[in-house]
C-alpha cells in the first residue's frame, strides 16, 4: 500500500465522504506528504552542514567542530520542564540522568562531533537581525529565499525513499523532478538582482548561465536512462534495475553498459554544477565575488539559501541514487528483503536509500574541499563542448547497445515493465556493445593525454618526480 | 566590448575576501570582463618611513618587522645589512659580522623566505577556490614560527636580526630540530604538489594570464620571484652578495613557461611556480649553512663563534653620509636608502619594497582578463599590502 492511497482514505476518513475536493485535502497533504519529507530531508540537510564542516577538517587535519555537544541543551530542558522545582533540585536530577548508563557516553560522543552546532547555529541564525538593504528590491529580496527552499525540497515528493514510501506517484517523476527543481534558478536571480549590490548582480548573472546550462547535460543524461528503462517514472527506473539472486547489484543502470556509466559521471558532474558545489561555484566565489548572489543576506534567510544548498545536494545524491545505483534496494539480496514485514521492509530500503544519497553527498564535499575553482568561459566550455557532446554521444550508443539486444529489461520484484523492440544479435551483439564503447573511450583517454602532453619536468621534479 | 559610459564600476576592496588585507582595485567591468583597473594605494600607511628619522639607528629594527610582517626576519635583515653597509664606509667605525651570526642570519632569512612563500602559493591557490592547500601551508609555516619562537620569542614580528649580529644565539637543539623539520617539510611539499600544483584545473585557471616578457617586467621594475617569472635570471644573493651568501652558490629558478600547453613565460603559473622552486632551494641552503656553521664561543662578540658584534658604541656617532643596499627579501629586492647626519638618529630612510613595484603593473596586466583572474593576478604577485604603503 503506497502513501498515496493513505492520503485518500485520510481525506474520505476527515470530510466523511467520497468527494476528494475538500479542504481536508490540504491538510491530509501537508500531514502525509509534506510532513515526511520535511522529517527525512530536513535533518540530513542541517546534519549536512556539520557533515561538510567535519569533512572539510579531516582534509585539512584539523579537528572541526568537537566542542558543542548536547550539554546545555539538556540543562535547559531540565530547567524548563522542571522549573516548578528548586534550582538545587533541578541540578540532582540533571546530575542523576548523566549519571544513567550510556548518558554520559552519548553526550561525549554528540560533543565529539559537534552536534550541538545544529543547535547553536539556528539559535544564532534566529537571533539575528533580517535586513534588507536600503538599494534592494524589497519584495524580491524576501520572496528569494523561500524559492529557492521550495526548488530545493519538491523534487522529493516524486523521490522513492523506499518501496512503500513515495510521496507522490507521478507517472513523468524524473521530468517533474528536473523541471520543479528549475525553480532555484530563478531564486537565485532574483537573490542576485534584488539585492542591489554589484557583486550580488555578478554572482545571480552567473548562477543563471550556469544552471541553464548544466540543466541540459542533466536532463540528458536522465533522458539515457529513460531511454534504457523505457520509463520516466523514477520508482519502475528503480525497480527496473532489480536483479534477483544474491548480487542484486550487478542489475544497477551503471554497471548495465558503458555508455549507462558514461552517463553517471556527466549527470554527477553536472549535479555538482547544478548546486553550485566548487569547482563550479561560480555563483558564491568566494574570493572573487565576496559570496556572490548571497553577499547581503543575513539571518534566517541566508540559512534558507544555506538549506536550499544542502537539499539540492541531496536532490542530485537523491536522483543519482535511484538513476545509477538501484534506487533504494540493497546491494546484495534485494529478494530477500521484499518478503520482510512492510514496516521493517521500508526501513531498510529508507536506510539503504539514505546511505547511497550520503555517499554522493561525502564525494561532493571531498571534491569541494579538494579542487580549486574553474573560470567562468571554462565551466561553460566544459558543459557545451565536453558534457552535452557526450551526452548525446551516449545516448546514441545506449539506442545501439539497446537495439542490438542489450539491456533486456528483467523482471523486477513487483511486475514486469512493457519490453522494448529489440535487432537481437544475441551473444556478438552484446560483446560488441561493451567492446565498442570501451574502445572508443580508451581511444579518447589516448588522445586526450597526447594533447596535453607531458607535466614540465620542474613540475615532475617537485612532486617527488612521481607526477 | 560596450562603450565607456555603460560599464559598471566595481571596488574590489578595500574590504574584500580576495584582496590581502586593504588593497582596493577599482575596476570598470564589462560584465565579466575587465576593461580596466585602477589600484588604489594608501589604507595601510603608517609612516613607518617618517618614523625611522624620530628613533635612533638600533630601534628602527622593531618598525622594520612591520614593513613586511609576513617575512619580518628578511625586513630586519634588510635594515641592519644597510646599516652595517654605512658603518663599513669608515674604517673607524667598520663592523665585522660574526660568522655565526652570519651563518644564522642566512638560517633565519631562508627560514622565513620558505614560511612566506607559503603564504604566496597558498593564498594565491585560496584565490582560485581551493581552502585546502593554503591550510597545509599554514600548518608549514607554523611549525618554522614554532622554531622562531623558540629562537626569539615571537611569532610574527621577530624582532631578531640585529645591527651587527642577531639578537640571540641558537637554542640548544636547533639545529636538529631545523633538520628534522626540513625532512618532514619535504614530504609534506611533495604533497602540497600533488594536490594543487599538478592540478589541471590550477593551470588551466593560470597558463597564459597576465604574462609579462622580460623587457616589460625589467621596464616596469618587478623585482624578485615576479622578475624571476618572467624569465630575468637575477637574484641579489648570487649576482650582488651580502653576507655569506656568496659562498653559498645560490641557484636561481627562473619562469619557463612552466604550465605547459597554454602557458607563456611570465604568466601566473610561472610567478606561482618559481615561488615554489625557490622553497626548495632555501631549503638546500639551509642545510648547506647547517653544515658550515662554527660552534658557539663563550665571547658573544667572537668573530668566529659570537652572534653579535659590538656595535653600540658606533651607533652614537656613525658615520656622514648616505647609503643605498638592497637584498632579496621574499617578495624581491628590498631596498634601503639610508642618509646619516652622524647622530644616533637617522637623517632619513627610505624602504624600497617589491610589492610597491608589483602593485605599479597591476593596471597593465589587468586589462581585459576576467574578473575571476583579476584574483589570480593578485595572489600571483604575492604582494602584502603593509608593504605596498608602509
Known sequence: MSLGYAVDALARWLTGSEDPASWAIAVAVFAVFVAPILLVVFPIAALGQILERKVAAAVQRRHGPNSVGFDGVLRLAFRVCLFFLPRARQDRLLAAFCALPGIKGLLHLARRLGLGQLVADGVKMLGKEDMVPSGADGVVFRLAPYLALTGAFLPFCAMPFAHHLVMLEVPVSALYAIAVSGITVMALLMAGWGSGNKFSLLGGMRAVAQMVSYEIPVALAIAGVVLWSGTMDLHAIVGQQYQPGVLTFLGWNLLQSPFLALLAVVFFLAGLAECQRTPFDMAEAESELVSGFNTEYSGLRWGMFAMAEYTEMLLIGALFASLFLGGYQSPIGEQWIVTWPVWLESLAHLLLFVTKVLASFLLMMWIRWTLPRLRVDQVMRLCWLKLVPLCLLAMVGLAFTILLGNGTVPGTAYGRLPALPRLDLGVLGRLAAWALPLALAAILVVAARKRHGQLHPALRQLTGGSA | MTPAGERMTLNLG?????????????????????????????????????????????????????????????????????????????????????????????????????????????????????????????????????????????????????????????????????????????????????????????????????????????????????????????????????????????????????????????????????????????????????????????????????FQADVKRLLVKPPKGEVHCRTEAPRGEMGYYIVSDGTKVPYRVRVRTGSFTAAGIFHKVMR????????????????????IDR
Open chain 2, 14 to 306: 578595500p574590504q574584500h575576501p580576495a584582496t590581502h588585507g586593504v588593497l582596493r582595485i577599482v575596476i570598470e567591468s564589462d560584465g565579466e570582463v575587465v576593461a580596466a583597473c585602477t589600484p588604489d594605494h594608501g589604507y595601510l600607511h603608517r609612516s613607518i618611513e617618517k618614523i625611522g628619522e624620530c628613533v635612533e639607528w638600533p630601534l628602527f629594527v622593531p618598525y622594520t618587522d612591520r614593513v613586511d610582517y609576513v617575512c619580518a626576519m628578511n625586513a630586519n635583515l634588510a635594515y641592519c645589512v644597510a646599516v652595517e653597509k654605512l658603518l663599513n664606509t669608515s674604517a673607524a667605525t667598520a663592523v665585522q659580522v660574526p660568522l655565526r651570526a652570519e651563518c644564522i642570519r642566512v638560517l633565519v632569512a631562508e627560514l622565513n623566505r620558505i614560511s612566506s612563500h607559503l603564504i604566496g602559493v597558498g593564498a594565491m591557490a585560496m584565490d582560485l577556490g581551493a581552502y585546502t592547500p593554503f591550510m597545509h601551508g599554514i600548518a608549514q609555516r607554523e611549525l618554522v614560527n614554532d622554531i622562531f619562537e623558540r629562537l626569539c620569542g615571537q611569532r610574527l614580528t621577530y624582532n631578531y636580526v640585529t645591527i651587527g649580529g642577531v639578537g640571540f644565539d641558537l637554542y640548544a637543539g636547533a639545529e636538529a630540530e631545523i633538520t628534522r623539520f626540513f625532512e618532514q617539510f619535504e614530504r609534506e611539499m611533495v604533497r602540497f604538489n600533488k594536490l594543487i600544483t599538478t592540478s589541471t584545473i590550477l593551470r588551466d585557471r593560470c597558463a597564459g594570464v597576465a604574462p609579462i616578457n622580460a623587457a616589460e617586467a625589467v621596464a616596469w621594475g618587478l623585482v624578485g620571484p615576479n622578475l624571476r617569472a618572467s624569465g630575468v635570471d637575477w637574484d641579489l644573493r648570487r649576482d650582488e652578495p651580502y653576507g655569506i651568501y656568496g659562498q653559498l652558490g645560490v641557484r636561481v629558478p627562473v619562469g619557463q613557461a612552466f604550465a605547459g600547453k597554454n602557458g607563456v613565460v611570465g604568466d601566473c603559473f610561472d610567478r606561482y611556480l618559481v615561488r615554489l622552486l625557490e622553497i626548495q632551494e632555501s631549503v638546500r641552503l639551509c642545510r648547506e649553512v647547517l653544515k658550515m656553521l662554527p660552534p658557539p664561543a663563550d665571547k658573544p662578540t667572537d668573530p668566529v663563534g659570537g
Open chain 2, 368 to 387: 581585459n582578463i576576467f574578473l575571476a583572474d583579476v584574483v589570480a593576478v593578485i595572489g600571483s604577485f604575492d604582494v602584502v599590502v603593509p608593504e
